[in-house]
């Protein structure tokens, strides 16, 4: 099949969603389809991006067709994006959706695609209803609903959260959110601990990933405070997408602050093996969640997780088998934490190693083929 992937890829560092087109794009290319990225020229206008930079330093994947022809905020780009891809006659269209920031933009190059009458769109959902919610996302969701044929979640909550603007007979399945296995194999703690500059001093969280409000770092810095587990430390590494400073005043106020290694700047690709093999186990205290790239990170490194129970983390973290659920409660989180390390990482990986046999990259390409022949 002839296919276009829209949505960001190098040199946006976009987190999981670029990982993940790049990888997606790779898996279908190795199935024997033509495929094209339709990349931003600019993916978003700076209050919507508070890192410091939305761009990779990392070279270009040289293996991988990349278009930057989108800008998100100019309608004129929009109808120019959707007339180009309509002219490369895709036979299928995978759009990632994550923001209703996009959808104007989105929603706009897919009617303008659709006009060739032959190309199929899907749309694979990261979210519905956004975990930070602003005005118009309600009527910017519905447009670019409205423009899609079929449609992919990774998780039973934003399943259920599409079924409120799908109501039609348009197809909606629910595939597993696949491994991110392009950051290369782990490597033994020692190493990992060396590359990193931590000294091996006892047991160590991770919580890996752009740090905002959601996913619950302050739940987690005050769990610190409270567990029993003797030489207990956390390793931060993720960028900061909101005001560090409450953050600081919090670990003062914990008295916490020698309990951390903080490294809050752009985790790159090639040191991302490091951290989930220096960890003991990978903590996600989310407030809410659909689902979470970190946990195919996870299993890709074969670290166990402790996850709240909010969203899909539960589903693909079995309590007691791949790691703990808990509540997203700082005294709970404590307790969970303590657990874990009472019960040791080893009593964990034959079900995390079981578990991880699911998510595969063929699996979730061959779901959205299968699901393009049916529209």
Known sequence: MNIVILGPAHPFRGGGITTFNERLARELQSQGHQVTIVNFTVQYPSFLFPGKSQFSEEPAPADLTIRRWLHSMNPLSWLSTGRKIRDLRPDLVIVRFWLPFMGPAFGTVLRQV???????????????????KRPGDLPFTRYFVGACDAFVCMSEKVLRD???????????????????????????????????SIEDSGPLLLFFGFIRKY???????????????????????????????????????LGIREQLILHTDFIPNDAVKHYFSAAD????????????GVTPLAYHFELPMIVTRVG????????????????????????????????????????????????????????????????
Do not use: C
Request: hydrophobic content about 40%; aromatic content about 8%; charged content about 25%.
């Open 215 to 253: 996913k619950g770092l302050d739940l987690l810095l005050q769990a610190m405070a409270k567990a029993r587990t003797k030489g207990l430390r956390l390793l931060v590494a993720g960028e900061f997408y909101e005001d560090p400073q409450g953050y600081d005043q919090l670990i003062d106020s």
């Open 281 to 292: 186990v990978v903590v996600q205290p989310y407030r809410n969640a659909t689902q979470s």
């Open 312 to 375: 899909a983390l539960p589903d693909y973290v079995p309590d007691g088998v791949s790691g703990l659920v808990t509540e997203p409660d700082a005294d709970a989180i404590a307790m969970a934490i303590d657990r874990y390390f009472e019960l040791g990482k080893a009593h964990f990986l034959p079900g995390l190693i079981e578990e991880k046999r699911q998510y595969s990259w063929d699996r979730f390409a061959n779901s959205i083929i299968s699901l393009g022949k049916q529209v």
């Open 162 to 196: 599409l079924k409120k603007f799908v109501q039609d007979e348009r197809p909606v399945i629910s595939v597993v959110h696949p491994l991110y296995d392009n950051f290369g194999a782990g490597t033994s703690k020692e190493k990992a601990l060396k590359a990193l």
């Open 114 to 132: 659709k006009k060739n009458k032959s190309t199929k769109v899907i749309a694979i959902t990261d979210n519905i209803i956004p975990h930070e």
